[in-house]
C-alpha cells in the first residue's frame, strides 16, 4: 500500500536538503511529528537509526537503508510481517525543486495495516510535504 505527494517549492535544493536532512528539526516544522531522537551520530547517512513518535501512532526506529546527499534519502523499519518505507525525493525543476515523499507498507500485514492507517498516513504525507513547503519558502 503506497501513499505519496508532490510538491514544487521555489527554493534551492541545498536549502530544501538542509531542512529535510535535519531530522530532529522536524517536529518544529510539521505537526505530524512529536519527536525525532537520531540513535546514531548525525549527520544522516545509511545506517542511521532514528526514534520517531507521531501523533496517534506507535513510536516506531526507523533506518536510514539509502541516501543520495542533497537528493534523496529512504528510511524504514521491519516488523514481523511488515515493512514501512518513507521515502524522500529532491528534484531540482527551472524554478526551485520538486519534492515527492512516499510512504509504503508491505508484507501479508500491510492491507490490514492499511485499512486501519492508510487515511492517516495519506494525510501524514500531505501534510509533511505542504509543511516543509511553508517552511523552505518562509510562509507562515
Given at each position: 500500500?503506497?501513499?505519496?505527494?508532490?510538491?514544487?517549492?521555489?527554493?534551492?535544493?541545498?536549502?530544501?536538503?538542509?531542512?529535510?536532512a535535519d531530522i530532529e528539526r522536524w517536529p518544529d516544522w510539521t505537526p505530524t511529528m512529536t519527536t525525532v531522537e537520531a540513535l546514531d551520530p548525525l549527520p544522516i547517512h545509511v545506517g542511521l537509526r532514528a526514534r520517531v513518535k507521531q501523533p496517534g501512532l506507535r513510536p516506531s526506529v526507523l533506518t536510514v537503508t539509502a541516501l543520495e546527499e542533497g537528493r534523496r534519502f529512504l528510511w524504514s523499519t521491519k516488523q514481523p510481517g511488515l515493512t514501512f518505507v518513507a521515502d524522500?525525493?529532491?528534484?531540482?525543476?527551472?524554478?526551485?525543486?520538486r519534492v515527492r515523499l512516499v510512504a509504503e507498507f508491505s508484507g501479508v500485514l500491510a492491507?490490514?495495516?492499511?485499512?486501519i492507517y492508510g487515511k492517516k498516513t495519506r494525510s501524514y504525507v500531505a501534510t509533511?510535504?505542504?509543511?516543509?513547503?511553508?517552511?523552505?519558502?518562509?510562509?507562515?
Open positions: 500500500m503506497r501513499y505519496e505527494h508532490t510538491v514544487d517549492i521555489a527554493a534551492p535544493a541545498p536549502s530544501v536538503w538542509q531542512v529535510v524522500h525525493i529532491i528534484v531540482s525543476t527551472p524554478e526551485g525543486v492491507p490490514i495495516v492499511s485499512a509533511e510535504a505542504e509543511s516543509l513547503k511553508k517552511r523552505v519558502e518562509g510562509v507562515k
